[in-house]
């Protein structure tokens, strides 16, 4: 797959509208009831990029960064505002944030795992693009110190320990990430409502498989 780890401007995805969507089917019985089901194990994310731009000099920006992406042949990283921690947004990341992997004394690279919890219900998200100088880990409630004791995949999204944890040691890991995305369009249309700002209706982004 065609993949630049290049981020999409920041500041251009602030503001910006989106978020998680899902695909269920559902077959209405003759009796009323629903028999629900759903192809998807994971959810997709969405978003549009449009209501970010703010001037003249953001859609150029723009404009530049889907040249360089050849509109939709290459991926790119995308900072979901609402959701790029392993914790809460108004909280610092911390080592013990998610538990990702229970050692069994071989295994020594791990997934990055983020969960959403309500209620009984728990979902577990991979996270494929962790953002460089974030990821902290450790093991059986000890931090690990990285380029020490791990490495870190920036580009999988995975954890490597220099030494497999012990049977039983819960591993665990705070981190920032990004959303592999591409654009779901091949055009950008503009239009300069004056020479101090423009106006972008439309830019879709859309959450790929990596």
């Given at each position: 797959?065609?993949?630049h780890?290049?981020?999409?401007?920041?500041?251009?995805?602030?503001?910006?509208?989106g978020?998680p969507e899902?695909?269920?089917?559902?077959?209405?019985?003759a009796?009323g009831h629903?028999?629900?089901n759903?192809?998807?194990a994971h959810?997709?994310?969405?978003?549009?990029?449009?209501?970010?731009?703010?001037?003249?000099d953001?859609i150029?920006?723009?404009?530049?960064f889907?040249?360089?992406r050849?509109?939709?042949?290459?991926?790119?990283?995308w900072?979901?505002?609402?959701?790029f921690?392993?914790?809460?947004?108004?909280a610092?990341v911390?080592?013990?944030?998610?538990?990702?992997?229970?050692?069994?004394?071989?295994?020594?690279?791990?997934?990055?795992?983020?969960a959403?919890?309500?209620?009984?219900a728990?979902?577990?998200r991979?996270i494929?693009?962790?953002?460089?100088?974030?990821?902290?880990?450790?093991i059986?409630?000890?931090?690990?110190?990285?380029?020490?004791?791990?490495?870190?995949?920036?580009?999988?999204?995975e954890?490597?320990?220099?030494?497999?944890p012990?049977?039983?040691?819960?591993?665990?890991?705070?981190?920032?990430?990004?959303?592999?995305?591409r654009?779901d369009?091949?055009?950008i249309?503009?239009?300069?409502a004056s020479?101090?700002?423009?106006?972008?209706?439309?830019?879709?982004?859309?959450e790929?498989?990596?």
């Amino acid at each position: 797959m065609s993949f630049h780890e290049e981020r999409f401007p920041a500041n251009l995805s602030f503001g910006s509208v989106g978020g998680p969507e899902r695909r269920t089917d559902i077959v209405t019985l003759a009796n009323g009831h629903e028999e629900r089901n759903t192809p998807w194990a994971h959810g997709r994310r969405r978003y549009d990029a449009g209501v970010g731009m703010r001037s003249l000099d953001d859609i150029e920006t723009l404009i530049a960064f889907f040249e360089a992406r050849r509109g939709q042949l290459f991926g790119f990283r995308w900072k979901d505002w609402s959701d790029f921690k392993s914790c809460l947004p108004s909280a610092d990341v911390d080592f013990r944030d998610q538990v990702i992997g229970l050692g069994n004394g071989i295994q020594t690279t791990f997934p990055l795992i983020k969960a959403y919890r309500s209620g009984e219900a728990r979902y577990e998200r991979l996270i494929t693009k962790p953002v460089t100088g974030t990821v902290r880990a450790g093991i059986a409630d000890t931090e690990q110190q990285e380029a020490v004791d791990y490495a870190v995949d920036l580009e999988r999204g995975e954890i490597t320990f220099f030494t497999a944890p012990a049977l039983g040691e819960h591993i665990t890991a705070g981190f920032e990430f990004d959303v592999p995305v591409r654009f779901d369009t091949d055009r950008i249309l503009t239009s300069v409502a004056s020479f101090q700002a423009g106006d972008l209706p439309s830019v879709p982004v859309v959450e790929v498989r990596v």
